[in-house]
């Protein structure tokens, strides 16, 4: 099955993450990482790394399926802990202390990876990782750091879930009002206008 290339509208990693699979309310959930090689092609399109990491990490896991195969469960199992913490945010509830220390373990494995080069710009520091280029579980370190820094970086109130029937797509508001509701206008918010002239339409 070949990867289903998907719009980035989350506003940061770990939520466009979250949204690697949508209808968590429906019986069928739609899922978009059925293997290893799909949430490496996820990781590029979101730009956590390129083609030339990629390759090594796609090649290490046809070498070692069965390690490839529990690296994609670990994902998963970060994808839908970090899903579950914003939607309680967005409600203004506490985190599931089991969620949050799935997230933690995924944190404190990434931290010790990360390390301090020198910037492009003269003077500047910036952050880096160090693990080895075919560690499976590379990608799981920016995208646990990035649902780290938006949890505790002043913007949490503004994460927001689909306003959509089915659809539980998370997205940071950056608009100035906060008047955003839909993950996509094109999508679920041109639905929502379709069914609203609908209902008006049978109503007269």
Known sequence: MAFEAMELVGGRPALDFTNTTSGRRTPTPHERLHAYSDLVEWCVGAGLFGPTEAGRLVAEAGRRPEAARAALERALALREAIYGIFVAASAGA??????????NAVLAEG????????????????WTWTGEPDDLDWMLWPLAWSAA???TGGELDRVKSCGGETCDWLFLDVSKNRSRRWCDMR???NQAKARRHYHRSRGS
């Not at 506490?94 to 997230?103: C, H, Q």
């Not at 710009?121 to 910036?126: E, H, I, R, V």
């Open 149 to 151: 820094e938006l949890l």
């Open 94 to 103: 506490a985190p599931d202390p089991a969620r949050l220390e799935t997230l």
């Open 187 to 189: 999508y679920c918010g």
């Open 111 to 126: 931290m010790a990876r990360r390390r301090l080069c020198p910037s492009p710009s003269a003077g500047g520091c910036c």
